[in-house]
């Protein structure tokens, strides 16, 4: 017999922590500045260090995931199925 190697790739939903500093007069200062990064935060000034918080981690569901699959079955780095697939859902 032959041995097949698969592997399925999960998207998953997860947190991220990201410390950094502001610089500032004082706290009221420093929160409104924090704010402001908070609403469009696609780069973080000073930042020190990024976390994953792997305990927060939860699978997607294709809804989550605008119909997309968020399950997908490889066998030699080819994709042989996915959890969006309509035939996937029925078996």
């Known amino acids: 017999m032959k041995t097949f190697k698969f592997y399925i790739d999960q998207k998953i939903t997860t947190w991220e922590r990201i410390h950094f500093g502001i610089e500032a007069k004082n706290k009221k200062e420093a929160v409104s500045k924090a704010k402001?990064?908070?609403?469009?935060?696609?780069?973080?000034?000073?930042?020190?260090?990024?976390?994953?918080?792997?305990?927060?981690?939860?699978?997607?569901d294709i809804e989550e995931n605008?119909?997309?699959?968020?399950?997908?079955?490889?066998?030699?780095?080819?994709?042989?199925?996915?959890?969006a697939e309509e035939e996937f859902n029925k078996s």
């Open 66 to 83: 605008e119909g997309c699959a968020t399950r997908e079955l490889f066998l030699d780095d080819i994709e042989i199925a996915n959890n």
């Open 36 to 60: 402001e990064i908070l609403k469009d935060a696609k780069e973080y000034p000073n930042a020190t260090r990024f976390e994953v918080l792997h305990d927060t981690s939860t699978e997607m």
